[in-house]
């Protein structure tokens, strides 16, 4: 079965520039969340999505950031602008039910110049 | 909200030893998870365990929930169980993971 599958794996990119960070959840899996991992703050969750319906963001750092899910197979979480505070690794998880073991994507590594 | 804790924060073994990690949560939690983040920075699901024993090959893991702890079992380590092993804990959907265990297993 394949797992959930994030694009890109790295990305650099300079400051002020849209970063558009993509995942493809489990298929029938209902529950999707976006990570975060720095140094500073460990893995922090960022959203929430249950059913495509965003449940929880109290983790968005700020407006910069936003998150959709259009549909059950497709995530984008988008940076704009982009600032070298925003480097860091973002992983996609995907659960089938809400209370169910939490599957994580390999990452996307970004890195804000 | 809840807090987490894992001990210790770093371990060397020599390969072929056996280890155990601690992982102690201040809350009641309905989902226990721990994961391997290998040097490849991937995060591997080991077990999820919010209560009673599994094993898994050389890895067990044990949690007391009515203790608010766990414990991941690693025996007759390997280089390749080196990484960073976490436990994630929630209430609800909410994961809070702890800082981890960096593992070092020495050939």
């Known amino acids: 079965d394949a797992g959930v599958i994030q694009s890109p794996r790295h990305e650099v990119t300079e400051m002020g520039q849209e970063v558009t960070l993509r995942c493809k959840p489990i298929?029938?899996?209902?529950?999707l969340f976006w990570y975060r991992q720095t140094m500073m703050r460990g893995l922090e969750l960022l959203i929430y999505?249950?059913?495509?319906?965003?449940?929880?963001d109290s983790g968005m750092p700020e407006d910069r950031f936003s998150a959709k899910m259009p549909n059950a197979s497709f995530s984008t979480l988008k940076i704009q602008p982009s600032e070298p505070r925003d480097s860091a690794v973002y992983f996609c998880?995907?659960?089938?039910?809400?209370?169910?073991?939490?599957?994580f994507g390999d990452g996307t590594r970004l890195s804000i110049l | 909200g809840i807090q987490v804790e894992q001990s210790p924060p770093d371990l060397i073994l020599q390969e072929g030893a056996n280890s155990t990690l601690r992982c102690n949560f201040s809350d009641s939690v309905n989902n226990l998870q721990w994961f391997h983040q290998n040097p490849w920075g991937q995060l591997i699901n080991l077990f999820y365990i919010p209560s009673g024993t599994k094993q898994n090959g050389r890895l067990s893991a044990t949690t007391v929930a009515t203790e608010r702890y766990s414990l991941l079992y690693i025996s007759s380590s390997q280089t390749t169980d080196s990484g960073v092993y976490f436990c994630?804990?929630?209430?609800?959907?909410?994961?809070?993971f702890g800082t981890g265990t960096r593992l070092k297993v020495l050939a």
């Open positions: 994630a804990v929630s209430g609800t959907y909410k994961y809070i």
């Open positions: 298929s029938g899996h209902n529950s």
């Open positions: 998880a995907s659960s089938l039910l809400v209370n169910q073991p939490q599957h």
């Open positions: 999505f249950n059913n495509n319906v965003p449940i929880d």
